[in-house]
């Protein structure tokens, strides 16, 4: 075990729009596992509005500060005595959630189901907007060169998309719609469309986003649509309906969104009659490999939905932004350069 002390700056959480930037301890011991992360860059997801906007996770109240920040990237500075796949200086993507890897779910293939997970900027752990921090080298990503520290991080949100079209097994040719043109949605306009969609639609509420959506081949949803697979991207309790509404009978709704009420409502008898498969996503299986070769290839571009970058220490700022949906906001990168 290395032991590490120092201070850090580090954006902390302490209630409702209650971003402060501080100075902190940093003292934290490397177990032979583990490896010293210096964080590159984070994005800003809509998960982290939550909190943001609430002060309080879940229904539970935030009872000491937290960090947030769950999509990442970072370089190796320092590893376990017992780390051989990385090695210092290794630029890395970190999935965030570090799932325990013994339990039924985790040994029957399905890690996003681990009951014993611990989750990176979920209190009580701290996530990614500090300087630094100590991770599971298991969960750490090697990136090449050519995916940038930005696209690094934003594999993970590319995951989430990547296993919501794993979900709805999309046949080639199908008609795909999403609703919602966030991140999210517009990471799935293209896994879709990469996965054989014929016909990719995409709703959303703001002008602007739904404008945004044509650079990845998405066209606006026509009022008569009916799809063969619908993806619910949106947060939003009115688009669940919309789901079921406009999928074809026997179709697929897969729902990814999380509402800010832990409810959602839909009518039975749309749902029931047209004999509809509804899926829930849950984060995602081992797909890092696969969102890496997606973006190396060119398939799939996550950085061109990066409209804004802000240092760290502009974190507050930058969370303003993203919650007011000011200035055009897709996706927010906060940088943390090495030099
Ligand atoms: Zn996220
Ligand atoms: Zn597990």
Not at 266 to 282: D, N, P, W
Request: charged letters at 20%; aromatic letters at 6%; one cysteine or more.
């Amino acid at each position: 075990m290395s032991e590490i002390q120092g201070q850090q700056t580090a954006v902390r959480l302490y209630g409702p729009s209650d971003l402060r930037v501080d100075t902190v301890p940093f003292d934290a011991t490397l177990a032979p596992d583990e490896v010293l992360i210096r964080v590159l860059a984070t994005g800003v997801c809509g998960s982290d509005l939550h909190p943001y906007e609430t002060g309080s996770i879940g229904s539970t109240e935030l009872n000491s500060p937290l960090v947030l920040g769950h999509e990442f990237s970072g370089l190796v500075e320092q590893v376990g005595s017992a780390v051989e796949n990385l090695a210092v200086g290794t630029r890395v993507a970190v999935d965030p959630a570090w799932v325990c890897g013994t339990c039924r779910e985790c040994m029957s293939g399905n890690p996003n189901l681990c009951r014993r997970q611990r989750f990176c900027g979920l209190a009580p752990d701290d996530g990614s907007l500090r300087e630094r921090l100590v991770a599971p080298a298991r969960f750490c990503h090697p990136v090449p060169d050519s995916v940038s520290d930005a696209s690094a991080a934003l594999l993970e949100p590319l995951g989430i998309a990547l296993h919501a079209t794993d979900l709805a097994r999309i046949r080639v040719g199908a008609k795909v719609a999403i609703l919602g043109a966030g991140p999210i949605g517009l990471c799935l306009a293209q896994t879709t469309r990469a996965a054989g969609a014929g016909t990719v639609w995409i709703h959303d509420p703001l002008e602007y986003r739904q404008k945004f959506a044509e650079q990845y081949g998405a066209i606006a949803l026509p009022d008569d649509a009916e799809a063969d697979v619908v993806i619910e991207a949106a947060w939003a309790r009115e688009s669940v309906q919309r789901a079921m509404d406009i999928v074809r009978p026997g179709g697929t709704v897969v729902l990814v969104g999380i509402p800010f009420e832990d409810t959602v409502s839909f009518k039975h008898s749309v749902a029931r009659r047209k004999g509809l498969t509804i899926l829930m996503c849950r984060r995602m299986k081992n797909v890092y490999a696969r969102c890496l070769q997606l973006v190396e290839s060119g398939r799939v571009n996550v950085e061109s939905m990066v409209t804004h970058r802000f240092p760290l220490k502009e974190t507050p700022h930058a969370f303003e932004l993203n919650a007011k949906y000011q200035q055009q906001v897709v996706k927010i990168i906060i940088e943390n350069p090495t030099t």
